[in-house]
């Protein structure tokens, strides 16, 4: 065996590359950044990692951010627009950990070369690594990587971005209750959120805009914060004062600004779902995992944790093949992984949409609630269980009626894995 190829340093391919390593597969990672680049970056994304992730992590012995720096143990969701006007508050069990992932991710590619992992610095194609691996896995969403992995449009509903989004960093604002999100629906205008982190400056504050296409809450993802700062800063505040007005009265005006120049990400993302893999001109087979399967909009927050999930599923199949990693294994594993995946892709498109009367009523008795609202909110360790609750009317009724029968609080909407 000559071992598997991994394209791509984020979370998926780093989990995939430690899981081999520990299960004695030969593994090279191929990186186009260096640990030292990947945590001087530009931001990119603000991943929650639920508690399976957390577990996976604990089985790597990568666990690093115990700290409470690191920690969301509540949720504060407000509704408003659409003929709907409610909140509700919940606890998150367990909780779920917020890393700079230029933090995360430098990390976890020292612990590999820490650990006798062999790495390959430079941009490169699956073709030219192929000839080297018994399989070439793409974990890496680089468009020309893309290009081996078409979109499957019978998974993919969306063709253009369904939410322009501007995320970034700040000093400022003052939590009303300690380790806890603020998101705020707004529908057909988009989402508001606000999330401790621990950035790669220290704690600061996520402050997300997620705007409808040519909705109110746009403007600021087309605007240059680095020319233009206090501008920047006046129509964030003015946006968040008038369609979050909560989370404004806690925004320090005097202090209130992006953690440093350029901690800001900006654009839109397309929900997209591609062939998973792909045969290269020497026969050899690549299989796409992470940003090069799967693009989930980020509402959700299971980008980070589907791919770490999709990781170790597929680490589990190569070291158990009884035969060739050929056609024959992409397809079968394919397959496999797409058994979660699914949820995933069907809860986050869903998400992107006006809320039907069955998830308005199911939000409405969580405002009513507290053990509904806390086994809603917990249930976003476990997408696939919380699929089967949203996905119909009734499933929204036995998911009630379970946690109203219950004595003690329920934590999660089903078994995690």
Known sequence: MTGIGVIGAGIAGLHLALRLQQLGVPVTLYS?????????????????????????EKTLGVRAWESDDARVRSWSITINGGGLDLEFAATLTPPSSVVDFRRYLPHLFEEFVNRGGDVMIGAVTAAEVAGRHDLVVVANGDRSLREVFPVDPARSPHTTPQRILCSGFYHGIVEDVPHSLDLYFLPGIGEILRIPFLSRLGPAHVLAFEAVPGGPLEPPAHLDA?????????????????????????????????????????GGVTPVVR??????????CALAIGDAWITNDPLTAQGANLGSHTAFTLAELIASANGPLDAGFCRAASARLWEHARHVVEWS????????????????????????????????????????????????????????????????AGKTD
């Open 349 to 412: 498109n869903a998400f992107l949409a006006p809320p039907p009367p069955h998830v308005v009523e199911l939000f409405g008795r969580a405002a009513e609630d507290k053990r509904i609202a806390d086994a809603f909110v917990s249930g976003f360790h476990d997408p696939v269980a919380m699929w089967a609750v949203l996905s119909s009317p009734e499933g929204v009724d036995a998911f009630v009626q379970s946690c109203t029968e219950l004595t003690s609080s329920p934590q999660t």
């Open 226 to 266: 680095d020319a233009d700062p206090d501008g920047f800063r006046r129509e964030v505040l003015r946006l968040v004062a008038e369609h979050a007005p909560s989370l404004r009265e806690r925004i320090d005006t005097t202090r209130f600004d992006l953690v440093a120049p350029g901690e800001l990400a900006q």
């Open 32 to 56: 186009a950044q260096t640990p030292g680049e990947l945590a001087t970056a530009r931001p990119r994304n603000f991943p929650a990692r639920f508690g399976p992730t957390q577990q996976r």
């Open 275 to 284: 062939r998973q893999w792909a045969q290269l001109g020497d026969g050899t």
